[in-house]
């Protein structure tokens, strides 16, 4: 099956800092998903990025689906963005309704 | 964002009993939902895709007789896990999907003494 790899797996941050997640697979991909697990386990979704470049206020991101990877960009970094960020693929060739596959997480802490 | 709803949020059980978990998408119809677990500090990890009116699909090594999943309408999936261990402990979240994108109950944490 695919596999994602996400980089770093830790991040300590001040807050007000900027920082780079990465998210490495190695296959073709349809679908690329990130996400904010919050402290109380619920996953938010922050982008569905198959290709491209999207913005959300202090977040944006990029998939360069040729290339196989994608970045998660935070800028001036809050307290409120600490948990864990998990990257989610599937695979080309799958149903519309395919399962993803998650990354292992990056673990983000950023100090007041 | 679609929001998915899943009941309990938290269930404690003795070991040998039965526990039933409901997952609903409340603002759209979902042809296919998805049960995850999750030991802590390490990633989901998929258990079965459930599909409306069909048998559901399980990932190698998922007990099927163990955690039956039945999808019966659009928008209701529900786990049971069945004669439950303390190894079954753990946090079970599930997801639906809009075509696109998949989004996430905010899961149920599991504790079998």
């Known amino acids: 099956g695919i596999q994602v790899e996400q980089s770093p797996p830790d991040l300590i941050l001040q807050e007000g800092a900027n920082s780079t997640l990465r998210c490495n697979f190695s296959d073709s991909v349809n679908n690329l998903q990130w996400f904010h697990q919050n402290p109380w386990g619920q996953l938010i979704n922050l982008f569905y990025?198959?290709?491209g470049t999207k913005q959300n206020g202090r977040l944006s991101a990029t998939t360069v689906a040729t290339e196989r990877y994608s970045l998660l960009y935070i800028s001036s970094s809050q307290t409120t963005d600490s948990g864990v960020y998990f990257c989610a693929v599937r695979q080309t060739g799958g149903t519309s309704y395919g399962k993803l596959t998650f990354g292992q997480g990056t673990i983000l802490t950023v100090h007041p | 964002g679609a929001v998915v709803s899943q009941h309990p949020s938290r269930v404690i059980c003795k070991s040998g009993t039965s526990v039933k978990i409901e997952c609903r998408s409340l603002d759209f119809q979902a042809t296919t939902m998805f049960w995850y677990r999750q030991f802590p500090k390490q990633s989901l990890m998929l258990m079965a895709t459930s599909n409306e009116g069909s048998k559901a699909t399980y990932e190698q090594g998922v007990e099927k007789d163990k955690f039956l999943i039945n999808h019966a309408s659009l928008t209701l999936s529900t786990l049971t896990v069945t004669s439950a261990h303390p190894e079954d402990s753990s946090f079970y979240i599930c997801?639906?999907?809009?075509?696109?994108?998949?989004?996430f109950g905010p899961g149920t944490r599991l504790t079998v003494l």
């Open positions: 997801s639906a999907s809009n075509y696109n994108e998949q989004f």
């Open positions: 990025i198959p290709s």
